[in-house]
């Protein structure tokens, strides 16, 4: 079958680093990408990748392993701000069709 | 890129009754997106539409049931059909630009009474 691991929740302080692990299993791959949504938003982009390796976007990078299909979040320097559900979407056609996992709720506190 | 009109934004409908879902592009997209993210839940595709095409449903998902609409390549439309509790949701459009990144409408929160 389809499906997309990632933890439920993960708590943090203020300042620190968090890591949020994704393994898939799905019937196409065009990429992995990731999506932040606070609650009672739509989500919002934060990053993606298609081939292996690291991408860095300000204080969230990700990573990307096609061969173990997993793939992760990096948030450093938590904020408050950062306090959301995170989702990894596995890009499963070349048109874009997004196959979401079930998100992480990260909670950072002071 | 791309910003979406989405409207309503919520509602609270009777069972047996349908509501029409409206997104508007501020570009021009080949495909469009809509999803349901029920409470406490991840988001689930619906179906994909194409401008000029019926749309393509995943499965669990029936045109009768989630009838959709794309006229032109900036507008489409999703009926939520003879609702119960059950539709109770929230239900997004998206797009996907230069590929990689996919935008969302701000979604319309749908309560079946």
């Known amino acids: 079958g389809q499906s997309l691991e990632q933890p439920s929740e993960v708590t943090a302080v203020e300042g620190a680093i968090v890591q949020i692990n994704c393994t898939y299993q799905?019937?196409?791959?065009?990429?992995l990408s990731w999506y932040q949504q606070h609650d009672g938003g739509a989500p919002t982009f934060l990053s993606y990748?298609?081939?292996?390796g690291l991408e860095e976007t300000g204080r969230f990078s990700s990573f990307l392993s096609r061969s173990d299909s997993y793939g992760y979040l990096l948030l450093q320097e938590l904020q408050m701000k950062d306090s959301a559900s995170y989702f990894c979407?596995?890009?499963?056609?070349?048109?874009?069709?997004?196959?979401f996992g079930a998100g992480t709720q990260v909670v950072v506190t002071p | 890129s791309a910003v979406i009109s989405q409207k309503p934004s919520r509602d609270i409908c009777q069972r047996g009754t349908s509501l029409t879902i409206q997104c508007q592009v501020d570009s021009q997209v080949t495909m469009m997106f809509w999803y349901r993210q029920q409470p406490g839940q991840s988001l689930t595709l619906i179906a994909t539409a194409n401008q000029g095409s019926e749309a393509t449903y995943e499965s669990g998902f029936v045109i009768d049931k989630f009838p959709i609409s794309r006229p032109n390549l900036t507008f489409s439309t999703l009926t939520v059909s003879n609702m119960s509790p059950e539709d109770s949701s929230i239900y997004l459009c998206?797009?996907?630009?230069?590929?990689?990144?996919?935008?969302f409408g701000q979604g319309t929160r749908l309560t079946v009474v």
């Open positions: 799905t019937s196409g791959f065009y990429g």
């Open positions: 979407a596995v890009r499963a056609d070349s048109w874009g069709k997004l196959q």
């Open positions: 990748n298609g081939l292996d």
């Open positions: 998206s797009v996907v630009w230069v590929n990689t990144e996919a935008f």
